[in-house]
Structure formats: C-alpha cells, structure tokens
Nanobody
Framework: QVHLVESGGGLVQAGGSLKLSCAAS????????MSWYRQAPGKQRELVAS???????GYGDPVKGRFTISRDNAKNTVYLQMNSLKPDDTAVYYC??????????WGQGTQVTVSS
C-alpha cells in the first residue's frame, strides 16, 4: 500500500508561480515512477510531468519550459514547481505512484486556480 498526500494548491494570478508537493508513505520502496496529472472541468485527465526512481523526467507539451518536477528521496516527496501560470493551467492536480507490481496509486488531488 502507498498513500499519497498532495498539498500546495491555491489561487494565483496569471504569470505567478506555485509549488505542489506530494508526500508518499507506506511501501515507498515499490515506487518506480511518480507522476503529476491534472483534470480541468469537462476535460480528460492529462499527464503533466513524471520522474523515475533514477531521476529521468518527462513533461507534457503544454507545460514544457514552465513546470519542473523534482523529488526528495529522503522525504519521499515529489514536487511540481509551476511558473508562468496561465488560466488554462486551472485544474485539480493529482499525484500518481507507479509501483513495480500492481495497480498505481493516486492522491486525493489539490486545486490550482489561475485567474486572468
């Protein structure tokens, strides 16, 4: 079992920044990949960024150059630094943990709202 708790969401003006955190607990040694997804009202959930246990990162096209994913292994925490935020970034942001065997785990989500 892996338990994920996101934090750091909120309301920010366009052009501003936010940093999201995802703290993992439980069987964290089984995690091979951590990802951030987001879902806006009426839209499908989409991949924002991912980071492997080895530190390899990947980003969705809409956030490349603006968002940075990182991890602190000592704290079992993954971060998403979001800069130059746009109203289109408004969504619920979810943390996802991919494990070696079994279904992935999801956090409860944190709301990010970017005002124009």
């Amino acid at each position: 079992q892996v338990h994920l708790v996101e934090s750091g969401g909120g309301l920010v003006q366009a052009g501003g920044s936010l940093k999201l955190s995802c703290a993992a607990s439980g069987s964290t040694l089984s995690i091979i990949l951590m990802s951030w997804y987001r879902q806006a009202p009426g839209k499908q959930r989409e991949l924002v960024a991912s980071i492997s246990s080895g530190g390899t990162t990947g980003y969705g096209d809409p956030v490349k150059g603006r968002f940075t994913i990182s991890r602190d292994n000592a704290k079992n925490t993954v971060y998403l630094q979001m800069n130059s935020l746009k109203p289109d970034d408004t969504a619920v942001y979810y943390c996802k943990a991919h494990i070696l065997r079994g279904d992935p785990y999801w956090g409860q989500g944190t709301q990010v709202t970017v005002s124009s």
